[in-house]
Structures are given as structure tokens and as C-alpha cells.
């Protein structure tokens, strides 16, 4: 059974930092893409980053680009993303997940709410 | 990049009657589509890739057509269990991959 055990989340300060982690188990992690993605209260889903089975290739969302990082160990089957420059915008439940192929979201974690704000 | 547009934002519908949702892209995405549910309070749920193949352990009830630029996911006959919220999302090529707005499908 694919298990996706989030950390990292909580209350920040505009412009402050905040590292998400995701550990993985149940499934072969060094074999998949994995996906982040955010849900706002109320509102819909947004794709935010994605990192190859490698970790050679990230993308980004343009609304993050140049704030957040994600990488990922495959040594410790874990996801990161390094969330810098916090805004209030990016207050959300965020979602890790596992791609099934590249884009195709098969398994997503419980969720972390971060929360930014004075 | 593409955008997804869902319509309608709501559906209601009775408790054994079909529900057809539909999801539009702005740019041709071939057959690239996934359909999610999220039900309140829970993480997104894969349905469809593909435009139209079901995911493991998704019931028959569920099924999904289009390519290029429109989609539909269609709910035979819907459970009590399938009120909740649908998103489509593309993943056409390269990111950025984006989700449509959702559409709500409540009881009638």
C-alpha cells in the first residue's frame, strides 16, 4: 500500500520559510515522478511543483518559480520542497503525491496546512 | 498555458440518475486528461487518465470520453458515495499541468 507521510507544516510570517517533507513507502520511489500539489481554503486545486524519478528535471509553477525548491533523496524515499519568501497567497493545504506517469497523479498524501500570516 | 474550464460549476442530481460533467482546454491536449473526485475533507481521488481508462478500484459507473479540447465524465447512475467534487486536469506535454475549477455534484 502506497503511504505518504507528510511533515513541515504550520504558521509562518510573510516572507519567512518553511520545508515540507514527505516520506514514501509502499512502492519502488526511485522508479516515479512526484507531484505537489496546494488547495487553498475553499478553493480548487493547484498544481504547484513536480520532480523526475531521478531528480534531474523540477518544475515549477510560475507563481513560485525562484521561492520554492523541490528534491527529493531517493536514499531516504522522501520529497521535499523548500518553500522560501512566503506570501499569504501561499497559505494551503499541500499535497504530496505520486505520479502513476509523468502528470498523471495516482496517490496523494493527507495533506499539510501551512499557513502564512502576521 | 493551458486553461482548464469545467462546466457546470454545480450539478444536482438524484440519487440513481446519470450525471455527464464537462471540461474544456483552451489549447488541443490530445487524450491527456485525468478526472479526480475530492470528497469534503480529503485528498483528490485519480478517476480516469487518458481521457477515458478508469484507475484501479474505480467503479464501472464511471466513465470518461474526449479528445483534443473537450471532455466529458460521465456517472451512470450516481451512489450516495459520489457527491463530491470533480476537477479534470491536463498533463499534456510539459508543465505546467493545471486543473480545472471543479464542478459540484450535490444531491437533488
Known amino acids: 500500500e502506497v503511504q505518504l507521510l507528510k511533515s513541515g507544516g504550520g504558521l509562518v510570517q510573510p516572507g519567512g520559510s518553511l520545508r515540507l517533507s514527505c516520506a514514501a513507502s509502499?512502492?519502488?520511489?526511485?522508479?516515479?515522478?512526484m507531484t505537489w500539489v496546494r488547495q487553498a481554503p475553499g478553493e480548487g486545486l493547484e498544481w504547484v511543483s513536480s520532480?523526475?524519478?531521478?531528480?534531474?528535471?523540477?518544475y515549477y509553477t510560475d507563481s513560485v518559480k525562484g521561492r520554492f525548491t523541490v528534491s527529493r533523496d531517493n536514499s531516504r524515499s522522501t520529497l521535499y520542497l523548500q518553500m522560501n519568501s512566503l506570501r499569504v497567497e501561499d497559505s494551503a493545504v499541500y499535497y504530496c503525491?505520486?505520479?502513476?506517469?509523468?502528470?498523471?497523479?495516482?496517490?496523494w498524501g493527507q495533506g499539510t496546512l501551512v499557513t502564512v500570516s502576521s | 498555458e493551458i486553461v482548464m474550464t469545467q462546466s457546470p460549476a454545480t450539478l444536482s442530481v438524484s440519487p440513481g440518475e446519470r450525471a455527464t460533467l464537462s471540461c474544456r482546454a483552451s489549447?488541443?491536449?490530445?487524450?491527456?486528461l485525468a478526472w479526480y473526485q475530492q470528497k469534503p475533507g480529503q485528498a483528490p481521488r485519480l478517476l480516469i487518465y487518458?481521457?477515458?481508462t478508469r484507475a484501479t478500484g474505480v467503479p464501472a459507473r464511471f466513465s470518461g470520453r474526449g479528445s483534443g479540447t473537450e471532455f466529458t465524465l460521465t456517472i451512470s447512475s450516481l451512489q450516495s458515495e459520489d457527491f463530491a467534487v470533480y476537477y479534470c486536469?491536463?498533463?499534456?506535454?510539459?508543465?505546467?499541468?493545471?486543473f480545472g475549477q471543479g464542478t459540484k455534484v450535490e444531491i437533488k
Open positions: 520532480i523526475s524519478a531521478s531528480g534531474n528535471s523540477t
Open positions: 503525491a505520486k505520479d502513476a506517469v509523468f502528470g498523471v497523479i495516482e496517490s
Open positions: 487518458g481521457a477515458s
Open positions: 486536469q491536463h498533463y499534456n506535454n510539459w508543465p505546467p499541468w493545471t
Open positions: 509502499g512502492f519502488t520511489f526511485t522508479n516515479y515522478a
Open positions: 489549447q488541443r491536449i490530445s487524450s491527456n
